[in-house]
Nanobody, 117 residues
């Protein structure tokens, strides 16, 4: 079964930066979303990037987060700068695509980002 693999989460201080990564076979074919969910919070889509690299952002992260992709490498990234404690959450990449085992929704396993003040 094809899986999305997301990684890059860590514990950092406020103001620092992190870069999350997401990969899967054939990911270059797909629009990829980044979501986050804080403890006891609702899931929030923070970014979406299309196959050409055009990205949109939630108001809460616009200007601080940048999504990008390396299509030949089947990688999608979320560069997070000027992190705030309220960015603390589990971050997931997802896509609705056919990565090789049929068109369906794929989710990464999640990567934890913790920002301390």
């Amino acid at each position: 079964q094809v899986r999305l693999l997301d990684s890059g989460g860590d514990s950092v201080q406020a103001g620092e930066s992190l870069r999350l990564s997401c990969t899967a076979p054939n990911l270059y074919l797909c629009i990829v979303d980044w979501h986050r969910q804080a403890p006891y919070g609702e899931r929030e889509r923070v970014s979406s990037i299309n196959q050409q690299g055009y990205a949109t952002y939630a108001d809460s992260v616009r200007g601080r987060f940048t999504a990008s992709r390396d299509n030949p490498a089947n990688m999608v990234y979320l560069q997070m700068t000027r992190l705030k404690p309220e960015d603390t959450a589990m971050y997931y990449c997802s896509t609705i695509c056919n990565l090789g085992d049929g068109r369906r929704t794929y989710w990464g396993q999640g990567t934890q980002v913790t920002v301390s003040s």
